[in-house]
């Protein structure tokens, strides 16, 4: 099931636990703008290349609207507008006053230059720049983008709009970005395991991770949950998988990562089939990386009792329905990698106060938005007797549709 069917299966189903109007259903669903647009750059070798970008602005309800954009061969218009209206509940979940959006150009980022990406971006934003803004459409960071990206795009904005350094967060901190930003996806992870694991009287330390994917969220969970005393036991990226039953040391593998482009090969565990990391013994399973990866044909063999869904969309609904008659936990994504737009919302807050927070400060924010999301979640499941990921949709649907009407 793609993304956009099962977000709005999701979201029907929790708008018909709320008893919503059908008229307001449909409004909600659909899409406040959606564009396209045509990006031509010249390559280094002089020949021309066309791109097509997208940017689905889903619902201002609550507050300009946020999301992320994504350079990658398979960006489609169905998948941006599922992502964007996942951002919409998100947004409600975290209780920021933002509403939804996502963005992205159909390119494979690794196959441009430096100079051909910033062409791209420049060129992308100049399309843009009249449907983005402070209090309108907020960008940032996505799959195959990053703070360099976002330099890009505030510096191609300001040329029309003069200095605004609160249109798009995950920028590099000289620019204005916020302290703490990188890790605050994995971050926030941690906070939400915390918050779940004392439910059931558990704690980090004495629980077993896997991680799926490595790169900037997976890498950090994986740091984090270890000098939380967390155990994690195994980890995998596009390179391969690496499992040590006692412990990786996640410092020293980061360090391989970084210098070999991923985990294959670290001397400090055994090697292992990626395709058989998300069946592996362990507590808490971490997937990290794409979407869709926990499906019907796997969903029966996977044995951790608690899935964190660190990356969007992992868990298809089929699957969803047997891990719930197993009785694994699922903490949905839209609760539990929110840790990554609640910083961006306090990146966006220091921006337009012009007044720059520390890290400590920073992260003891984030640990109270996580917490208190935690909170209202678990009293959206008391209320409508629902599983973790309809309370955390109820809880979003319910926020925009009261501030809708």
């Known amino acids: ?94 209780n920021i006053p933002y509403g939804g959006a996502k963005g992205g150009i159909g390119c494979s ?9 910033e062409r791209l971006t420049r060129v992308f934003t100049q399309k843009l720049h009249d449907c983005i803004g402070i209090h309108t459409d907020v960008p940032a960071p996505d799959m195959g983008t990053n703070s360099q990206t976002m330099a890009w795009i505030l510096d191609e904005y300001s040329k029309f709009h003069g200095y605004s350094p609160a249109v798009v967060t995950g920028k590099p901190v000289d620019l204005g970005g916020s302290l703490g930003r990188d890790a605050a996806t994995g971050r926030g992870v941690l906070f939400a ?23 900037n969220v997976g890498s950090w969970a994986a740091q984090l949950i270890s000098e939380a005393g967390g155990k994690v036991i195994a980890v995998s990226d596009v390179t391969g998988a690496v499992k040590n039953c006692n412990g990786l040391d996640i410092p020293k593998l980061v360090e391989h990562s970084m210098e070999n ?38 969903a029966n063999d996977i044995r951790a009792k608690f899935i964190i869904e660190a990356a969007n969309h992992p868990t298809d609904p089929e699957a969803d329905e047997i891990l719930s008659k197993k009785g694994v936990l699922i903490l949905p994504d839209i609760f539990a990698n929110s840790g990554g737009v609640t910083v961006s919302y306090f990146e966006w807050v220091q921006n337009i106060q012009g007044f720059m927070w520390d890290e ?11 917490t208190r999301g935690f909170k209202d979640v678990k009293e959206m499941c ?21 501030a809708t009407v």
């Not at 400590?360 to 996580?370: D, G, H, P, S």
């Not at 008391?382 to 009261?402: P, W």
């Open 193 to 215: 395991t915390e918050a779940l694991l004392a439910e059931y009287g558990k704690s980090t330390s004495d629980q077993r991770f896997v991680i799926q994917g490595f790169g």
């Open 109 to 117: 980022p690794g196959e441009l230059s430096i100079s051909e990406l």
């Open 261 to 298: 482009r991923g985990v294959k090969g670290f001397s400090g565990g055994d090697a292992l089939d990626p395709k058989l990391l998300l069946t592996e013994d362990c507590d808490v399973l971490v997937p990290a990386a794409l979407g869709g990866v926990i499906k019907r044909e796997n």
């Open 1 to 94: 099931m793609n993304a956009l069917a099962a977000t709005s299966r999701n979201f029907k189903q929790a708008a018909k636990l709320l008893g919503l109007d059908s008229k307001l259903e449909k409004s909600l669903l659909i899409p406040f703008r959606e564009i396209k647009v045509e990006c031509t750059i010249p390559k280094d070798d002089g020949t021309l290349a066309s791109f097509v970008g997208f940017r689905v602005q889903h619902d201002n309800a609550r507050g300009p609207m946020k999301g992320g954009i994504r350079y990658h061969h398979e960006v489609d218009p169905d998948e941006v507008n599922a992502l964007a209206q996942l951002m919409t509940w998100k947004t409600a979940v975290a």
């Open 360 to 370: 400590e400060k920073v992260n003891f924010e984030l640990k109270t938005y996580m």
């Open 382 to 402: 008391k209320t409508h007797n629902c599983n973790l990921r309809m309370g955390a949709f109820t809880l979003g649907v319910n926020r925009v549709a009261r």
